[in-house]
């Protein structure tokens, strides 16, 4: 999905819009990844981070459908939310899209997507 | 060798209530102090566990109870809160600078689903600051790696409503069957309404001591506190990631383990638990981690009947959170007042019967764990 060019993203080192991909932060000295992206290495503590753009697949390791709109929510109930395995070594939780929320299995494939929810842009990995 | 002895406890009911948190925990404090037969002039240090109270919360409580001049230390750990209110009270005895000290948890929450600032704005904006996703991630991949089934997390409610028939400090006090359970309408999949624990209100306290504990009395045998490692993927942490990693030990594993260690006791001599039931699925995970039954088979656990009342190992005799519902600052305190009246044999038809040893467990926000094993002498 292409966002709209005035939306703003909802954070910051979240991901990038071109080409659309979740950011994260490599360490130079150790190798550690993180998302989203941070000012030092949590692992071994040093400074020197790159910012990367993180695989853009990956496979579903849970979900959960949410029924009922938490505090603060911009968007629409149900909506699945996961933890998507992806090939950097990395788990990281995102919103989930598919056709059908019911047929969502763990393992699933995924594919990352930007997301407009309310007035800003977040980020999703779509069942492929 | 001395001890740190639990001389009295003290608990204001959880459910709905007009009366403030700060009113609630002057109730249970005062309960407790004359259970124990101790004066509030002789309270050396008061610990007050609370997440919505607001500024000096502890400090109103001590005013409400009259101007003593002593310290008084406000903890948030969330969900956990109570136990480390009971760890910092027992830090303050060992340190031998007071003889008797007080832990107070109080809690006054809204309805729904609980507004935390522990997370960043953005992830409030997209929908992932759900506090129960969590508990909905763990059952959801406990039902995938050991064929876990709704059914079973369906009894842990139905058990624990059971119990609470006789507790009458719960919100809900009437059984629930499993189908009811079933019943009831999704909310974060693959748990149901009446599989989650209700944020409510309440109070509870406890009255602390050091010195050799007395025939009759309880004293607190070890304790654990522990925050997750990153590697956990699922937790109370609520991590935006975390790195693939596999066998990395959950917090609660880790906390009951220090607790293990230092009591020099084991999961087989326990004779009941109060554990952290946020959620059915959560207190199948527990009961696993706890070291009560092999990975996998916490599900089996409450199938077979084993943690009921009058069962091999009663878990949550008092009805748990989910018929208590959970004050979160008040939790914690609201299961070792459980456990020392078991422990006294004070709990009437809730009764466990010849307990002589009891663990609590808790479990919140940021990760935290605590782990207390009690022991009536």
């Keep these: 999905m292409t966002a709209p060019a005035t939306a703003v993203p909802v954070g910051e080192g979240l991901f990038s819009v071109d080409p659309p991909a979740l950011l994260g932060a490599r360490c130079r000295a150790c190798g550690a990844l993180r998302f989203p992206v941070a000012a030092f290495c949590a692992a071994c503590q040093r400074d020197d981070l790159e910012t990367i753009r993180l695989a853009t697949e990956g496979e579903l390791y849970v979900f959960s459908v949410i029924h009922a709109p938490p505090p603060g929510y911009a968007g629409e109930v149900p909506y699945a939310v996961g933890i998507v395995e992806l090939a950097d070594g990395l788990r990281v939780t995102s919103t989930i899209l598919a056709e059908e929320l019911e047929d969502l299995a763990i393992g699933d494939r995924v594919r990352f997507e930007l997301l407009p929810i309310g007035d800003v842009v977040s980020y999703a990995y779509r069942r492929a | ?377």
């Design chain 2, 1 to 377: 060798m001395s001890d740190v002895v639990f001389v009295g406890v003290g608990m204001h009911p959880f459910g709905r209530f007009d009366a403030s948190a700060v009113d609630l925990g002057v109730l249970a404090l005062r309960e407790a102090l004359a259970d124990a037969g101790v004066a509030w002039s002789d309270v050396d240090a008061l610990f007050c566990s609370h997440m919505y109270a607001g500024t000096g919360a502890g400090h109103k409580i001590a005013a409400a109870l009259g101007y003593t001049g002593i310290p008084i230390t406000n903890l948030e750990n969330a969900c956990s809160g109570g136990g480390a209110a009971v760890l910092a009270a027992r830090q303050a005895l060992l340190s031998g600078d007071y003889e008797t000290v007080v832990a107070v948890g109080i809690e006054k929450m809204p309805r729904g689903f609980m507004d935390m600032d522990y997370f960043d704005g953005w992830r409030q904006v997209i929908g992932h600051a759900v506090n129960p996703l969590q508990f909905a991630f763990g059952a959801a991949r406990h039902m995938h790696e050991h064929g876990t089934t709704e059914r079973q997390l369906a009894l842990v409610a139905e058990k624990n409503h059971a119990h609470s028939v006789h507790n009458p400090k719960a919100m809900y006090r009437r059984e629930i069957t499993a189908d009811e359970v079933l019943a009831s309408r999704r909310v974060v999949d693959p748990l149901r309404l009446l599989m989650l624990c209700t944020p409510n209100e309440g109070a509870a306290a406890a009255v602390l001591t050091r010195r050799p504990a007395a025939a009759g009395e309880v004293r607190l045998r070890g304790q654990g506190l522990k925050t997750a490692l990153r590697g956990q993927a699922i937790g109370e942490h609520m991590p935006t990631d975390s790195p693939v990693v596999d066998g990395v030990e959950g917090v609660t594993r880790r906390a009951a383990h220090e607790a293990y260690e230092r009591s020099g006791l084991g999961p087989d001599e326990l004779d009941l638990v109060e554990l952290q039931d946020t959620d059915s699925a959560t207190e199948i995970i527990a009961t696993e981690e706890l070291g009560l039954c092999a990975v996998g088979e916490g599900g089996a656990l409450v199938e077979s009947g084993a943690t009921r009342l009058g069962g091999r190992l009663p878990v949550n005799a008092s009805g748990g959170l989910l018929s208590k519902g959970e004050p979160v600052g008040a939790s914690g305190l609201g299961q070792v007042y459980e456990v020392v009246n078991q422990l006294r044999g004070r709990c009437d038809r809730r009764q466990v019967e010849r307990a002589r040893i009891g663990l609590t467990h808790s479990l919140g926000a940021g990760g935290n764990c605590s782990v207390l094993i009690l022991e009536g002498v």
